[in-house]
Nanobody
Framework: QMQLVESGGGLVQSGGSLRVSCVAS?????????MGWFRQAPGKDREFVAA???????????EYADSVKGRFTLSRDNAKDTIYLQMNSLKSEDTAVYYC???????????????WGQGTQVTVSS
């Protein structure tokens, strides 16, 4: 069983920056092919934000939702079993609970996710 623990959420003003982290831990019988981020705003469905695939290889792939391209950057540190999401130029519409996700295929859809984190709140004030 893998556990994903997010941290780094908080309150930030519009136009500001924030970085959230996700650490994978637990029994390592599962090595994720892909990890990423989703978010869920109040009253809305959980939506894809960013994901890295083939993450344990030197050749890996990162995909972003159109709404965050150019503003958010996903990075990984395999030695620390950690992924990060650097969020710049934040907007009020970025306010949501951000969830870390892991799977054995690209986690670009909720149905592709095997493991979820508990979520971390990001609030952008206008």
């Amino acid at each position: 069983q893998m556990q994903l623990v997010e941290s780094g959420g908080g309150l930030v003003q519009s136009g500001g920056s924030l970085r959230v982290s996700c650490v994978a831990s637990g029994e390592r019988t599962f090595t994720p092919y892909s990890m990423g981020w989703f978010r869920q705003a109040p009253g809305k469905d959980r939506e894809f934000v960013a994901a890295v695939a083939n993450m344990n290889s030197a050749v890996y792939y990162i995909e972003y939702a159109d709404s965050v391209k150019g503003r958010f950057t996903l990075s990984r540190d395999n030695a620390k079993d950690t992924i990060y999401l650097q969020m710049n130029s934040l907007k009020s519409e970025d306010t949501a609970v951000y969830y870390c996700a892991a799977g054995d295929i690209p986690v670009v859809l909720t149905e592709n996710v095997i493991y979820w984190g508990q979520g971390t709140q990001v609030t952008v004030s206008s």
